[in-house]
Nanobody
């Protein structure tokens, strides 16, 4: 059973920064998603199992950076220049698809097999 535990959320003013962390129980293709109140869970960022490929939703490109520390089985999301519209619960997710295609990144919710409990990020204006 894969376990994912997020941390690092909180309240920050617009323009500020936060770094989210996700502790995993192994090495997988990983992603970050977010869900704002009353909205669907949406893709934010992905990193391949190999760590070579990363990608982002357009609205966070240039502001967010996804990275991984495989020695410690940790995933990170560095979020800079935060905006009120970034307010959401952020989830890390692990995809077993990376076992057969370590060079690929994954974008859809149904491509991910395990989810963390989520961490709240609130950006005030």
């Amino acid at each position: 059973q894969v376990q994912l535990v997020e941390s690092g959320g909180g309240l920050v003013q617009a323009g500020g920064s936060l770094r989210l962390s996700c502790a995993a129980s192994g090495r997988y293709a990983m992603g970050w998603f977010r869900q704002a109140p009353g909205k669907e869970r949406d893709f934010v960022a992905t990193i391949s199992r190999s760590g070579v490929i990363t990608d982002y939703v357009d609205s966070v490109k240039g502001r967010f950076t996804i990275s991984r520390d495989d020695a410690n089985n940790r995933l990170y999301l560095q979020m800079n220049s935060l905006k009120p519209e970034d307010t959401a619960v952020y989830y890390c997710a692990a995809s077993l698809q990376g076992d057969r295609a370590p060079w690929r990144a994954w974008y859809r919710l149904d491509e991910y097999d395990y989810w963390g409990q989520g961490t709240q990020v609130t950006v005030s204006s």
